[in-house]
């Protein structure tokens, strides 16, 4: 077919000869692939193509003297035949679209035209751009419909046709999407459009900046339109609660608070619908809120909404809906029974905002969701312009003034009422069986926006980190061989350094070279745990010193451990297959007769509990938790491991890195967090802690029992991600007992002593919802006797009355053990 184009397509006979070489190769490939977009035609498909390609465009080919063409210099050789081959192709597209249909089987002939262009520019036979040159012809001239064929196309060969020279097609790729994308309606066409997004994203680099919305303009097209009229006459009682103001648009209702009937009260649905969908208006145009006056409106609906969403909630809670989180008694309508389980059905790109639907809507939990969510972006919008914010945008060099909104600044009120706002929508978020799980994707989505948007504010610079410089490869490798060199004359172990007895008299220096630690070896289970700490330094570094320290402190444990693995574990060597991971050493050896360590192993086994689940103690600061832990620990030796949390703040008296906690800067905490690879992470003021999953595990594999200190906060976080553990909440037996206590401890000032019993205050008023999903509480009265009633719940024996009894203090209310 394509040799009827021959005829009329050129008069020159170069193109001419090249179209003739088109269609042979094309009837070609099309005995390999008779119909369809699949599979793509590969170079060998087409035979000699090089050959025949180059034999063509010989400068010194028969046809170019005929033409007196003839031009010996390369550059003009090949743009000569990036002319002729781009006239063939494009005679032969233009015939092939005019006269075929796409659905129809001929059409594979345009498919096989465009991989073999694919293949002609990868090879640089014709220019770079041609396929997306025919590509954005080819959308432009079909219907949305025939246009998803062509996508089919591109995305099945997205790799193939992106992968070389997108430099120079890349322009092309972004202005046919841009187009098709202006072309599609959002609502209408949403997965189509989803897809040309992620086609877009797929093929262009994560750093590149050519579709970023640099002046941070706003979708305001999507306009939510509502029915704007006043609530039905019936509503006499409510007409007080609502104060009609004018806006630009025309009518609008709006909620005044300060008339607002009773407190914690939702306003009826038909008075709040008004001023719900109002809300939409400022979601989507955020710059709204720097009018004062937009802003209090907004406030005033977005508590209003807030307000019934939390009674819907309760209600749902009292009386759960069967199934998937339905409406109860006062929300009488239903849907279909299972329509919420199919997420399909359950998305719509625009809202229903009919009257009728507005109860059914609130009552209903993705739905809810939705509002959250964006409740959530617009409170982070706000927080953006907080004077803390500022000063952060303020460190950036290049800034892109667009997106930063420097002469905003919110005022201190209105910044406390986001971050309390903020909270509630996480609390409403958390709601639901997979609340907890909900509330963490979108809190780990919107916290990786965030360097987002810090990128678009410092205007987009490259993510791409410099090649190294010759001189400091050469530098590093001669550091290496240093080290290498180091390494092989370090003194052979035992001789370490004693200058540790300079310090302090002759008998101290004698007690200290006596302490039974130097002459002990450690257990061989001990080095399990650091090696898994240094790993996570090695996965996750704070800085590239401590990356590199924890390399080097990784070798030499693995090293020390092996040696003591050879005394007994010999056996278990041949299993190392890889020296950076010795842990086979760690297993048990097959035969346990023949192993005399396993005798240690049998007496660790009975400090270990059946239930090695871990065990989550929280309380107030200062209750006990460290003392009691460190005096479990003692009791069982190797059987309980305290899991430091990860924090940003520096080191206190006393606390040692790795084991109270893990000491590291704020930009690794984020890394953390974001990584998804903290259980729970709390903020105090400008401090963040965070327990990883990852130490909690390596304690676990290491066959102990991970003890967390956790506050009220943590705890919850641990408890809604469904962490399997014990949790045990440890009071204090009074104010006056944990004053003293604290004061004899001597390390803290009277004023943190006293704010620490006033953060005590809840624990001390027995709060009953402090004990909601204990498994135990206890009162740490007389220490000894608190942690035996500890351990005897660790170990699954009941306590006795008489346990109960010798814990009691003079407190009648408060007795020293209770199961929950
Ligand atoms: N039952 C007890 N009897 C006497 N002193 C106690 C008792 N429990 C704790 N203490 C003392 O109270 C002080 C605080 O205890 P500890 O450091 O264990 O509290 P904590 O809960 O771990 O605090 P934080 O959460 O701030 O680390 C310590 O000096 C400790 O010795």
């Avoid at 419909?145 to 996508?151: E, G, I, N």
């Avoid at 193939?160 to 020279?165: A, G, K, L, N, P």
């Avoid at 809840?762 to 942690?787: F, I, Q």
Wanted: net charge negative; glycine share 6%; proline share 5%.
């Amino acid at each position: 077919m394509p040799g009827a184009i021959i005829a009329h397509s050129d008069r020159v006979p170069a193109v001419t000869e090249f179209a003739v070489l088109l269609d042979d190769l094309l009837t070609h490939a099309s005995q390999t692939k008779p119909a369809s977009i699949d599979p793509a035609l590969h170079k060998s498909d087409f035979g000699d193509l090089d050959g025949r390609i180059s034999a063509m465009f010989r400068s010194d080919a028969p046809g170019d003297q005929e033409n007196g063409i003839a031009d010996t210099s390369p550059k003009k050789d090949k743009t000569r035949q990036f002319a002729v081959i781009e006239t063939a192709v494009r005679s032969l597209f233009d015939h092939l679209i005019a006269t075929t249909a796409i659905d129809s089987p001929g059409f594979v002939q345009l498919w096989n035209l465009l991989d073999l262009v694919s293949i002609l520019s990868d090879d640089e036979h014709c220019d770079p751009a041609l396929l997306f040159w025919l590509i954005e012809e080819m959308l432009d001239s079909q219907t949305i419909a025939q246009c998803q064929k062509v996508f089919d196309y591109l995305e099945s060969r997205r790799e193939r046709i992106t992968s070389s020279h997108f430099k120079q097609k890349h322009l092309v790729i972004l202005r046919s999407c841009n187009e098709l994308l202006r072309r599609l309606s959002r609502a209408e066409d949403t997965a189509f459009c989803g897809r040309v997004f992620i086609f877009m994203f797929q093929s262009f680099p994560l750093g590149d900046r050519s579709s970023v919305n640099l002046r941070g303009e706003y979708h305001v097209e999507n306009v939510t339109t509502y029915d704007k009229s006043e609530p039905a006459p019936e509503e006499t009682q409510d007409k007080m609660e609502i104060d009609k103001v004018s806006t630009s648009q025309g009518k609008a209702v709006t909620f005044d608070s300060t008339k607002q009937a009773p407190q914690d009260q939702p306003i009826k649905a038909d008075v709040l619908y008004p001023i719900f969908w109002s809300l939409q208006k400022t979601f989507s145009q955020p710059k709204k809120l720097f009018d004062a006056e937009s802003l209090s409106g907004f406030k005033r609906g977005l508590e209003a909404t807030m307000k019934m969403f939390k009674a819907v909630q309760d209600e749902q809670e009292a009386s759960p809906p069967k199934g998937s989180g339905e409406s109860s008694a006062s929300f009488k309508r239903k849907r279909e029974p299972d329509a919420e389980s199919d997420l399909a059905s359950a998305f719509n790109p625009k809202y229903l905002t009919s009257r009728d639907l507005f109860e059914l809507e609130i009552s209903d939990l993705s739905f809810r969701r939705h509002i959250l969510v964006q409740t959530f972006i617009i409170t982070e919008f706000l927080l953006y312009l907080s004077p803390k914010a500022k000063e952060k945008l303020a460190s950036i060099k290049t800034p892109n003034k667009s997106v930063m909104y420097l002469d905003q600044v919110l005022s201190d009120e209105d910044v406390k009422w986001a971050m309390d706002m903020k909270r509630t929508v996480e609390d409403s978020l958390k709601f639901g069986d997979d609340g907890p799980q909900f509330h963490r994707m979108v809190d780990t989505v919107l916290a990786r926006d965030k360097n987002w948007v810090r990128w678009k504010a410092g205007n987009c610079p490259s993510i791409e980190l410099p090649p190294l410089p010759a001189q400091t490869w050469a530098t590093a490798q001669e550091e290496l061989h240093r080290l290498c060199r180091n390494k092989r004359l370090r003194p052979p172990m035992g001789s370490l350094p004693l200058n540790f007895m300079e310090d302090g008299d002759d008998q101290q220096a004698l007690a200290r070279l006596k302490a039974a630690g130097r002459y002990e070896l450690p257990e061989l289970d001990s080095f399990r745990r650091k090696i898994a700490d240094d790993d996570f330094e090695i996965e996750m570094p704070t800085s590239e010193e401590s990356k590199a320290a924890a390399i080097e402190a990784k070798a030499s444990k693995s090293w020390r451990a092996l040696r003591i693995a050879a005394k007994t574990k010999l056996g278990l060597f041949d299993k190392i297959s890889d020296p950076e991971k010795i842990d086979p050493i760690f297993e048990e050896l097959e035969d346990p007769d023949a192993d005399p360590v396993d005798a240690e192993d049998v007496v660790q086994k009975d400090n270990v509990p059946k239930d090695q689940r871990p065990i989550v103690i929280t309380g107030p600061s200062g209750v006990g938790k460290t003392v009691m832990t460190n005096l479990l620990a003692e009791r069982r030796p190797g059987a309980f491991v305290r899991v430091g949390r990860h924090t940003t703040r520096k080191p206190q008296e006393g606390e040692i890195g790795g084991e109270h906690f893990h000491f590291i800067e704020k930009q690794a905490f984020g890394m953390l967090r974001d990584g998804d690879v903290l259980l729970e992470y709390t903020t105090a003021g400008d401090v963040d802690y965070g327990t990883s999953r990852k130490v909690v595990e390596g304690i676990t594999n290491g066959g102990k029992v991970p003890v967390l200190h956790l506050d009220q906060e943590g705890t919850r976080q641990v408890r809604d991600l469904g962490f399997d553990a014990r949790f045990v909440l440890l009071l204090p037996p009074s104010k006056e007992v944990m004053e003293e206590r604290l004061k004899k401890a001597g390390n803290k000032d009277d004023d943190s002593i006293q704010s620490l019993l006033k953060a005590a205050t809840p624990y001390l008023a027995d709060d009953s919802n402090l004990k909601e999903g204990c498994d135990l509480v206890l009162v740490n009265d007389e220490l000894e006797t608190t942690c035996t009633n500890l351990e005897k719940f660790i170990f699954g024996a009941s306590p006795t009355e008489e346990d109960q009894n010798d814990g009691q203090n003079g407190e009648s209310d408060r007795s020293s053990q209770s199961l929950a």
